[in-house]
């Protein structure tokens, strides 16, 4: 079946550190690839997505390609702030089948 | 267009009783998927319904149900509530039922079982 393995956190970078955050899935199929965020005491919001092979997805300064080969879709950020801290969720969805996350990478930063 | 609401957004029970929670999609959007979140099990899906029937179940007892209105609402309920269903509760909508389509979450509903 589907999974997605994304690393284990907590993540603790100073202002202005490059980010990465790695994830890499198993699916069955052509799937669509997911980078959700989730802020303290708030739900889930889509933070980017690529659906296709070579696919670069991208919001925020946040960036990540869907890797085919490697079948991965690491999240990557040039110069982080202190208003990233949040949990960050790899997710994704193949056909008619839902979403399926990773556990979640916790980052926090610092000042 | 007004985001995806989920009411209530705090809800406390007791073993034994059952709940109802609430989920209002994107205006438009007629998928609603509701998902598990706890500390130990992380995202987990419960079901899916699109356009009043269920097109998917995740691997949760029967005592969790739900259900979607004609004009896209939907409502999960648990029944006999056990001290492990405490949990944040989130409601996703979506266009249609694809895989390729983005869900939209809402703010989720937390509810703590005593």
């Known amino acids: 079946g589907n999974s997605v393995t994304q690393m284990e956190g907590p993540v603790t970078l100073s202002e202005e550190a490059f980010l990465t955050i790695n994830c890499t899935y198993t699916?069955?199929?052509?799937?669509?690839l997911f980078w959700y965020v989730q802020y303290p005491g708030e739900g889930l919001q889509l933070l980017l997505k690529?659906?296709?092979?070579?696919d670069k997805g991208s919001n925020k300064g946040f960036e990540a390609t869907y890797r085919k080969e490697t079948t991965s879709f690491h999240l990557e950020k040039g110069s982080v702030q202190v208003s990233d801290s949040a949990v960050y969720f790899c997710?994704?969805?193949?056909?008619?089948?839902?979403?399926?996350f990773g556990k979640g990478t916790r980052l926090s930063v610092i000042a | 267009k007004a985001g995806v609401t989920q009411t209530p957004r705090y809800l406390i029970k007791t073993r034994g009783q059952q709940v109802t929670l609430s989920c209002s999609p994107i205006?438009?959007?007629?998928?609603v998927s509701w998902y598990q979140q706890t500390p130990g099990q992380g995202l987990q899906f419960l079901f899916e319904?699109?356009?009043?029937?269920?097109?998917n179940k995740g691997n949760f007892p029967g005592r969790f149900s739900g259900r979607q209105f004609s004009n896209s609402r939907s409502e999960m309920n648990v029944s006999t509530l056990e001290l492990g269903d405490s949990a944040l509760y989130l409601c996703?909508?979506?266009?249609?039922?694809?895989?390729?389509?983005?869900?939209?979450f809402g703010p989720g509903t937390r509810l703590l079982v005593l």
């Open positions: 997710a994704l969805s193949s056909g008619n089948t839902p979403l399926v």
């Open positions: 690529a659906t296709k092979a070579d």
């Open positions: 996703a909508s979506s266009l249609v039922s694809t895989g390729q389509e983005t869900q939209y």
């Open positions: 699916a069955t199929g052509y799937p669509s």
């Open positions: 205006s438009g959007h007629r998928s």
């Open positions: 319904y699109f356009s009043e029937t269920q097109r």
